[in-house]
């Protein structure tokens, strides 16, 4: 396998916070503004929840800057359903999924389906989907800033009685995402590399 093509396929970096914020202070729909441009001048693919708040504002600058893929996942069954029962935009996403499972079970296939994550401004749900990125091993970027999440996910890591060096912290969005990219495309071609050699060991059992 040409561990140079495997690096060429577009990362999945998918933007978590919270729906709501109220909680979260006057600079952070600009902060998720930011991280959306990131992600699309390094030429990624972003996911979100197909919902409101700071991943809605990630994905719209994302569109806004050009982005490649803007890709959502619904908890709702339908696109009626997610707007009428959920409350939640149709807008900021090429595609939405429906999933159908309810936010606990969306929160799981949107972390599954990314290379990395970064995480923002957030309630219950999106320390859900960190929890899920950090038992997944898939690189995890927290961003600073005038909120508490932050705080509180080094206190879930500290209390955890695990190390993980695919969690990084910084207030930079520019930085955070070009770090990331990084380590997706590492983790890419560790990946790749291991299935290429468990393969061939099995050839060569057979």
Known sequence: MDSKKTSEKKIVICVSGAADVAHCGPEVLQSARELGKQVAEQGCILSTGATSGFPHASALAYQEAGGFFSLG????????????????PSDGCDVIIYTGFGFPMRDIILTKSADAMVVGCGRIGTIHEFTVAFESNIPVGILEGPWTTDEVIRDIIRNSNRTNPKVIFDSNPK????????????????????????????????
Not at 76 to 87: I, P, Q, R, S, V
Not at 178 to 203: F, H, P, Q, S, T
């Open 175 to 206: 930085r955070i995402i070009e770090r990331l990219v990084e380590m997706a495309k590492e983790n890419k071609d560790r990946r790749e590399l291991g299935d290429v050699e468990m393969v061939e060991e099995i050839k060569a059992k057979v």
């Open 73 to 88: 996942l619904s908890p709702a069954t339908d696109e009626k359903e997610h707007e009428d029962l959920y409350f939640l």
